[in-house]
């Protein structure tokens, strides 16, 4: 059976984000990576600062 | 509870389930109700990916963990930006542009029939026990509490989802979540505005972690590489990036999220969004629980949280052991409090000597007091074997009722049905689809018409959530049923996202060689659970990387059989 109203990504689709500052989905990804990564730096230096 | 915490609690749930019958009144074809209507925004599917995989015993005992164990437990959850990521850019293309209902409909596109019915019959079972449990967590903490009567709480929060996931289905779901998790966040930051507003005046911000620092409580990361260790920072990333790539990849309860944006861009930031916001999300409610330890520093805490365990020592053990167990407990807090006090004003005059010796004697008096609590426990557990001192779950809960205003009581008590609803919604509307497209439309019904499977799926919908009702009723019989269910989950998630390892990178592997490795990689993870006692973050990766290294033996031993790998279709 055919599903109704299928919705076919087309290549555009797939490549824009969007968003404002990020024009691709790899600086996307890079970005919540790099936040990801700040947040371990975060927690560690908390671990640090008060044991 | 007052009657106006009545009024909010009530008014707000039964407000949202009105809401989201009303919004998705008119969703009557398959499409539009296992789908949404194609209009789902980044943003509301973010939110429903949040609220899905945040239960109501995430926010009761997420503080308790906090207060009791620290920060420790946020590791958990190094795997989730990882793990969407890869999700982001592996998996939801090619759902998306096959056009499945499910995740094991893709299954039976890349692999065959058999081979979904594996993976959509391992999600039906551990999803299909771990509903009751949504509902049951909750109520047995909030009904403890406050002494409503257990199976009315379950079966009137049971039946409202019910009805609401029913009428509307996928959208419905995900409307309600929207507002659902918007009360979340209401009572949790109010909880939180009003704890820091709690703390003694003359405590600033560096005291009160250098406090909660000084007791061990603010020890976020651990590299220990000793596997025995629960929480670690190698089996969150390792562990935890194969558990949430499971959870968030294969349980169909997420994949319909996610699945349901009105393009590709829309589920893929909805999934970033999550990947950017979950790990604070999770360290804010952990750091809420250190933030309630430091409070109860300066104001007396009870010997146990659970208000059970000590209505039965009081009834049972002899009232002068009972009471010298609770003098003796305030006493020890007193001298901790002291030496705090004394610690505060010498650390604030610059006398470093003297508010390290301060800090000292209160780590001990408090050490006493912990072992105080231990003794108790233990007496408490001779006298009852049955009952545990279990407190992590009822150290939020406490704090509320004894502590914030009535309103904001109510708020909070809503916040954690609407967590437990959204959660439970989420979960029928998913077990409803996969029996209706990988059972009932596969199996029983080829040439089942839209409306048809749509009043199949209803049905389907319904019947899961009396399932759940039923399991939740008798969920007391079960020891450890927390521990169990999780358990359960890492058990089983490991071979599913093994099918889907192999059906997106491993193209020369078919339908028999995947099957057989599953079966087996399954027989290996039970084998292993039983005579292992590694951390059960383990259990996905294991369980994994044994699906997918069994079916790429099996694969070539098929092939030097003369039985070639059939011709695969195109993703």
């Not at chain 2, 699945?259 to 969004?273: H, K, Q, T, W």
């Not at chain 2, 996969?434 to 018409?449: E, N, P, Q």
């Amino acid at each position: 059976m055919k599903h109704p109203a299928a919705t076919e990504p087309s290549a555009r689709e797939s490549e824009e984000t969007g968003l404002p500052f990020f024009r691709s989905w790899k600086s996307v990804y890079l970005f919540v990576l790099g936040s990801f990564v700040l947040w371990i730096a975060l927690l560690i230096a908390l671990t640090e600062l008060f044991a | 509870m007052s009657a106006l915490d009545f009024v909010v609690l009530i008014g707000s749930m039964l407000g949202i389930a009105i809401y989201g019958i009303w919004r998705t009144r008119d969703r009557r074809s398959l499409n539009a109700y296992l789908h949404g209507d194609g209009q789902t925004p980044w943003f509301a599917i973010g939110l429903s990916v949040m609220a899905t995989q945040a239960s109501a015993i995430t926010f009761l005992s997420t503080p308790g963990q906090g207060y009791l164990g620290g920060l420790g437990f946020v590791q958990i959850y190094f795997g989730v930006p990882i793990a969407l990521i890869i999700i982001a850019v592996f998996f939801l293309p090619i759902f998306r542009r096959l056009n499945v209902y499910t995740a094991y409909e893709f299954l039976g596109r890349r692999f065959d029939a058999k081979t979904r019915l594996l993976g959509a019959a391992l999600f039906l079972v551990q999803r299909g026990l771990g509903a009751g449990l949504t509902i049951y967590a909750p109520a047995i903490v909030l009904t403890t509490v406050f002494g409503w009567p257990l199976d009315l709480t379950i079966i009137c929060s049971g039946l409202l989802v019910i009805i609401y996931t029913v009428a509307g289905g996928s959208d419905a779901v995900t409307v309600t979540q929207k507002y659902q998790i918007g009360i979340i966040f209401a009572g949790m930051v109010t909880a939180f505005c009003l704890l820091i507003a709690k703390l003694p005046s003359g405590l600033t911000f560096t005291d009160t972690f250098a406090l909660a620092g000084g007791f061990q409580k603010l020890n976020a990361v651990n590299f220990s590489t000793d596997i025995h260790e629960r929480y670690t920072f190698w089996s969150g990333l390792l562990g935890g990036t194969f558990l949430m790539l499971s959870y968030f990849g294969t349980d169909q309860s997420q994949v319909q999220r996610y699945i349901s944006g009105s393009s590709l861009r829309e589920g893929r930031l909805g999934l970033m969004f999550n990947a950017v916001f979950k790990i604070p999300m999770q360290f804010s409610i952990l750091l809420l629980g250190v933030l309630i330890f430091v409070f109860y520093q300066f104001e007396p805490p009870p010997l146990f949280f659970n208000p059970a365990s000590s209505q039965y020592l009081a009834e049972h053990n002899s009232g002068e052991q009972w009471q010298a167990f609770e003098n003796n407990f305030q006493k020890l807090h007193n001298q901790t409090r002291q030496q705090l006090e004394n610690w505060l004003n010498a650390r604030h005059s610059g006398d470093e000597s003297g508010a390290k010796s301060a800090f000292a004697a209160a780590s001990a008096a408090h050490q006493q007091g912990e072992q105080l609590r231990e003794k108790a426990a233990k007496t408490l557990q001779a006298a009852n074997p049955g009952t545990t001192a279990n407190d992590a779950d009822y150290v939020f809960i406490t704090f509320i009722l004894r502590q914030l205003p009535h309103g904001v009581i109510g708020l909070l008590v809503a916040a954690f049905f609407a967590a437990a609803l959204s959660s439970k919604s989420a979960e029928l509307n998913a077990l409803g689809s996969s029996t209706t497209i990988d059972f009932y439309r596969h199996l029983i019904k080829r040439d089942a018409t839209d409306a048809a499977c749509v009043a199949a799926s209803k049905w389907f919908t319904a019947f899961w959530g009396l399932v759940a009702i039923v399991f939740a009723l008798y969920a007391h019989l079960v020891e450890n049923l927390i521990q169990a269910v999780n358990i359960l989950g890492s058990i089983f998630y490991g071979v599913m996202l093994g099918l889907f390892v192999v059906a997106f990178f491993v193209r020369r592997v078919g339908g028999t060689a995947v099957f057989w490795a599953a079966v087996a990689a399954q027989s290996l993870v039970f084998a292993l659970y039983f005579n292992l006692t590694i951390s059960y973050l383990w259990y996905p990766l294991i369980g994994c990387a044994t699906c997918v290294l069994l079916s790429l033996i099996i694969q070539t031993a098929l092939d030097s059989n003369g039985k070639p790998t059939p011709a695969l279709p195109a993703l």
